[in-house]
């Protein structure tokens, strides 16, 4: 078996040598694509002679140093690299290579996507087309021009301005372009194809005009339209909240099919996977608009926080990663309800992030130690770094926070840096001390945050005693104290107190006076920190937060904690009988329709991987029947007011604003509810015949999928028939199909593999069937025969040959046994063990099974 090397943080040294200009030539074809490269290289030291270029999978054609052919003699050329001396303090060195697109599976450098050519070079793919220092350090100035057959891709697209184009022999033709910035290869990118285009302009603050671009699949044209508007609404938001207008004459996004990512920042043409790009009523839901909305300004955010300044080296990642997570998520905050956005980035990092901070993979959000690079494209480099910098933002206020921004632009752009050139830069913006703050940039794993309360009834004084611990990881094994802002409110019958405390080390204490009576506290508003509370509360003092906290995540947070403490006692005694007293505290929620999309999500309970955070190691059988005894102990009590807000909803017109999205949202949470009771499983058909949109579709279609509601099959026949042609939504019908709960789910599984629509060639395809039901069938994935584990083993085998990447994204689901029984642990860490022994195994599965194993 192949060993594959590890990277440190702590052996970066900078590159020998500066590369100024790469001028580079594409001829495009299928499988014999032929790049030249031209680069003027400079020396960085006078020691530096032996240049070591990154290069893989490429056939190298011929090295040319100052316009010289060197002989094989004077070349050193092996799988990884290409080596010869560099004599002159600078030079011009010339490199041919050919590289097969068609058979480029692994979708890194450049490969196909359905008819259209298309790169994707971050982390590392740049070197799969020529060779390079693949390193985000080294910054040059791109010229890229394109040929290819004029009638087969009419649109040939690079970075940066179009500064020439014409035709050439045998109907082709090329165009070029020139980008005027220093950026890494990394954010190198290339797209030649067929496309419909729609166009529009936006005028910046200064009066700039930009030419905007969006480039989809022919047909889909009015499936762009929310996206054009998302991108304009990113661009007035940026530079509305912080100074940064947009600096090339064009803005480019490409949609593409087969796409391992959400998207790709690539300066000024965004090469993006279509389903962040296209939406209509009739085939996207509220959520697919919302998250198109979401990625189209994360990747335009990335202009500045990324692309101006980019990272020194790939340890830094969260350096670009964290902050516009940050500016992404307040984005959509200012765009919709801030209390209900906030609750889905919190649900993410309790679901998803928290688990893997306690996994075999726990890192820091800087890592200290790196494999393959595309493994620490995680949860805690975007959400846990996005979380370290909102805390940031707390802890400075907006005004400095926005300072300390604007210091940074100032000191770095056009610059590679570093996590702690950011932290220095917004320390010394607003003249605060933040060398503790930078342990969150090192230390791994979630802190759990002991939370003791006293009362004197004497002095009215109220004190609360606040302690923190991290555990152990499997990276770590000391841990350190943390700078950690925690947001709380003292609620009593005289109001709300809001106060923010620091606690900086193991124990700290702080004392409030004044009170009539023992104030009842609302703990880590606003999600103020990424930690873990151990603090018990009686369901009263929940049920006053619920009602009574200013803060609306510690209301929703409130209910959650009281859905937890219910469903803990229904694992630990199988005699628990609910009481009926939840259904009153519930009650009093749905009489508030101020705002329905809030209430929907207070009515959602925690998820599967939420509570197996919580309880774990735990029995998942278990931990999913006491989930459905809670959700039908709810739609039985609650019934009467579910069906009242349904019918209410029911028949009300599509609309998309802000209003109508709330109300299809707490439509259809009444509806997973009825649909418990047999009763009203009519309800779901009618919906689903009547729906003259994706959301309510696809919810009615969800709800007969959980429950096998007799015409599920029926309706899924209907839709597929509808849908056969259009790729997004078949990836819904996938997904749907992933997560039904019948017990022929092994067959029905066994089916769609073999589905002629279906292929592991196809990422989005791949996920939506293996990974949806990893994900949301926790029944059947974590069932007592294993099935589900070799299920999903099965595929990752057959992925490792053709997308390491997305196999190394699907096998988190196994290696995080951890969290299971004793019986499971075995079952899951067998399918490991076989994955283990796989010939060639990629270097993205081994690292992760050396760590799980």
Not at 590 to 598: F, I, R, T, V, Y
Request: glycine residues 4%; aromatic residues 10%; hydrophobic residues 40%.
């Amino acid at each position: 078996m192949t060993e594959f090397n590890a990277r440190y943080l702590k052996d970066y040294l900078p590159s020998d040598f500066s590369i100024n200009t790469i001028d580079l030539t594409f001829e495009l074809d299928d499988n014999k694509t032929k790049v030249t490269s031209v680069m003027s290289i400079s020396k960085n030291t006078s020691e530096a002679n032996k240049i070591i270029l990154n290069g893989e999978q490429l056939k190298l054609i011929a090295v040319y140093y100052n316009d010289t052919a060197l002989n094989a003699s004077e070349y050193q050329v092996d799988d990884d690299s290409l080596s010869f001396l560099i004599k002159d303090n600078e030079c011009t060195v010339k490199i041919v290579t050919e590289i097969d697109p068609e058979n480029n599976t692994s979708l890194e450098g450049l490969f196909k996507s359905g008819g259209a050519f298309c790169t994707q070079c971050e982390a590392e793919g740049f070197r799969r087309i020529t060779y390079y220092l693949d390193r985000p350090d080294v910054m040059a100035k791109f010229t890229t021009k394109v040929i290819a057959d004029k009638n087969l891709y009419p649109y040939l697209l690079s970075n940066g301005n179009k500064i020439d184009s014409g035709d050439l022999n045998n109907n082709r033709h090329f165009v070029t372009w020139e980008d005027p910035f220093l950026k890494p290869c990394y954010l190198f990118a290339l797209v030649a194809g067929d496309f419909d285009l729609l166009q529009d302009s936006y005028k910046t603050t200064s009066g700039r005009d930009v030419r905007l671009e969006i480039f989809v699949d022919k047909g889909n044209k009015t499936k762009a339209h929310h996206a054009m508007a998302s991108l304009k609404h990113s661009m007035r938001w940026d530079e509305d909240t912080f100074g940064l207008e947009y600096d090339l004459d064009i803005y480019m996004i490409v949609a593409v099919d087969f796409f391992n990512m959400g998207a790709m920042e690539n300066k000024g043409l965004n090469v993006f996977n279509s389903k962040f790009v296209l939406a209509d009523k009739e085939t996207a839901t509220d959520t697919d608009y919302f998250n198109v909305e979401a990625v189209i300004a994360h990747e335009y955010f990335h202009n500045w926080t990324g692309n101006r300044v980019t990272c020194r080296d790939w340890f830094q990642l969260s350096l670009k990663e964290g902050l516009t997570v940050f500016r992404d998520q307040q984005f959509s905050a200012d765009m919709h309800s801030a209390a209900v956005t906030r609750i889905k980035n919190v649900r993410v990092m309790r679901a998803q992030q928290f688990s893997e901070d306690a996994g075999p993979m726990s890192h820091p959000i800087r890592p200290e130690k790196v494999v393959e690079m595309n493994n620490f494209y995680t949860l805690t480099v975007y959400e846990k770094g996005s979380e370290v910098i909102r805390m940031l933002h707390t802890l400075l206020g907006k005004d400095k926070f926005r300072q300390g921004l604007d210091l940074y632009f100032q000191r770095f752009d056009g610059q590679a840096v570093t996590c702690d050139d950011f932290v220095t830069a917004m320390a010394d913006a607003a003249k605060i001390d933040l060398i503790l703050f930078k342990r969150w940039y090192s230390q791994s794993g979630t802190p759990i945050v002991k939370v003791e309360e006293s009362f004197n009834t004497n002095s009215g004084e109220y004190q609360i005693n606040l302690s923190q611990l991290t555990l152990p990881t499997k990276d770590q094994a000391t841990k350190y104290a943390l700078h950690i802002p925690i947001a709380i409110e003292l609620i009593n019958n005289e109001g709300t107190q809001s106060h923010l405390l620091e606690l900086k080390s193991d124990n700290q204490q702080w004392r409030f006076s004044g009170f009539h009576e023992k104030p009842t506290l609302g703990f880590l508003a606003n999600f103020s920190a990424p930690v873990k509370v151990d603090f018990e509360q009686s369901n009263s003092d929940l049920a006053i937060i619920m009602t009574s906290a200013k803060d609306k995540f510690l209301r929703w947070d409130a209910g959650q904690k009281l859905f937890s403490n219910t469903i803990s006692q229904i694992i630990t005694d199988t005699n628990y009988q609910i009481p009926a007293e939840l259904i009153d505290i519930l009650a009093t929620q749905l009489c508030d329709n101020s705002d329905p999309a809030l209430i929907a999500e207070q009515f959602t309970l925690p998820n599967f991987h939420e509570l197996v955070e919580q309880f774990k190691p735990i029995n998942p059988i278990k931990l999913v029947d006491a989930l459905d005894k809670l959700k039908l102990f709810i739609a039985k009590g609650l019934e009467k007011q579910l069906l009242s807000i349904y019918q209410a909803l029911a028949d009300k017109p599509y609309l998309n604003n802000a209003q109508s999205i709330g109300d299809r949202a707490l439509k259809n949470m009444s509806l997973s509810y009825l649909v418990l009771l047999p009763e009203h499983h009519d309800l779901v058909k009618r919906q689903y015949l009547t729906s003259d949109n994706m959301t309510d579709a696809l919810a009615a279609l969800q709800s007969s999928a959980t429950q096998t509601v007799e015409s599920f099959d029926a309706m899924m026949a209907s839709f597929e028939q509808r849908w056969e042609n259009t790729t997004l939504v078949m990836d819904k019908w996938f997904s749907l199909q992933a997560a039904y709960k019948g017990s022929n789910i092994f067959e029905r599984l066994k089916n769609l593999t073999e589905h002629s629509l279906f292929s592991l060639k196809n990422p989005n395809r791949a996920r939506s069937l293996i990974g949806a039901f990893a994900q949301n069938n926790s029944r059947y994935f974590h069932c007592e025969t294993g099935r589900g584990y070799q299920f999903l083993a099965d595929q990752i085998c057959s992925l490792n040959a053709i997308n390491p990447q997305v196999a190394s994204r699907l096998i988190t689901a196994l290696i995080q046994y951890q969290d299971f029984d004793e019986y499971r642990q075995n079952l899951m860490k067998s399918q490991l063990e076989r994955i283990a022994i796989l010939p060639n195994l990629s270097k993205d599965l081994k690292e992760k099974l050396d760590a799980a194993l």
